[in-house]
């Protein structure tokens, strides 16, 4: 496809009006029962055409056998129009030529003829559009040539500019046909393209999330290995101490464990990182001087008496907070935002809300930024809310329970 269309394809929108859904109904049909009926249909009325001959017309052929195999000869193709519309319009135009020529009464089956000239242009496709149309308009000056009791040179004329409009009135249908196919195509294309980046993202960011589970684990299991060579050294000399090392190193242990088992089928790149700790609650205060120094306005709240978290959960939390804040600034506009940081038995509470433009501001729900949120509370089998404030503004609500982790 040229550059061009492309780029218009890409701008333009699948339509919903009633027409299109007329049209996208009828396209869900079975297409062989469209063409039984509707062959069915002019059958019946091309026998009638040339059976019903007692008007007392002049000059025209009394119905018979040939008038009869005529007759069908011009309806039954319709069964086919849509698979073998070349072939359908050269059967269907032969038989009225020489209904006409032969002087049966063939009216009826001229008018049908609209319906073969629209069927050449909707269904067929390269040359045979052109061979068809000339056939067709060929049998119009060949009826006219011969001339018929049936049909003035008026009616035929008349005739031939039908048969061409109803040709290019197929053409255009056929041209929105195929073009409505390109964008459901590429409509399908982007979805999956979309599935395929979200998915994307949730790998990324559960693999991020496994990097950083990675430091907090070795980081405890560096502070375990201080605690249980404290504990050898002073065993002797000092047994207090060394219990103390102990119960430091059983401590430490648990919650390690927790967060090993949250680490199973993950993996980590192979960089070089250091195994530094990793940031928690106790790193807002510094979070929030950085965002003002950028030009937000931010609030801490705490509620509650603040216990030993496991470090897995002091680093998730403090993620869904920077990464909540940091939407604030880039998506909000001028506002100001409060960081609610609620302690309870078990389980820790994170809200996160701001005044700014609420949730026109904000990615859609699957944007990679709530998605990483909702994976780092999934990991803890933990509830987030995120959506617009009441009064305004945007809201993230995370629960994170830790109760059962150690």
Known sequence: ?????????????????????TSKWFSELDPWMLDAVLGTVFTVLSLVGVLANDDGRDGLHDPDVLGVA?????????YFRRYAPLASV????????LLFTLDYPAQVQSQLMIVAAYSLGSHADGAKRAVGFVALEAGVVTVAAVGTPDADTANILFAGALYAAAYFFGSAMRNRRLFMEQLEAREALLAREREEDAQRAISDERLRIAQELHDVVAHSMGVIAVQAGVGAHVIDDDPVEAKRSLEAISTTSRGTLAEIRRLLGALRSGDDAGYEPAPGLADVNGLVKDLAAAG?????????TRGDLPRGVDL???RIV??????????AGPARACVTIGYEPGALRLEITDDGRGVDGRPSEGGHGLIGMRERVAVYAGTLDAGSAAGGGFRVLARLPYGSLE
């Open 70 to 78: 005529l007759a069908l000869g011009c309806s039954v193709p319709f």
């Open 90 to 97: 050269l059967v269907s135009t032969g038989a009225v030529v």
């Open 1 to 21: 496809m040229p550059a061009a269309p492309r780029r218009y394809l890409a701008n333009v929108q699948a339509t919903t009006t009633p027409f299109a859904r």
């Open 316 to 318: 998730t939390a403090f």
């Open 322 to 331: 920077q990464e909540a804040l940091t939407n604030v600034l880039r998506h």
């Open 296 to 304: 937000l306005e931010v609030t801490v709240r705490v509620d509650g």
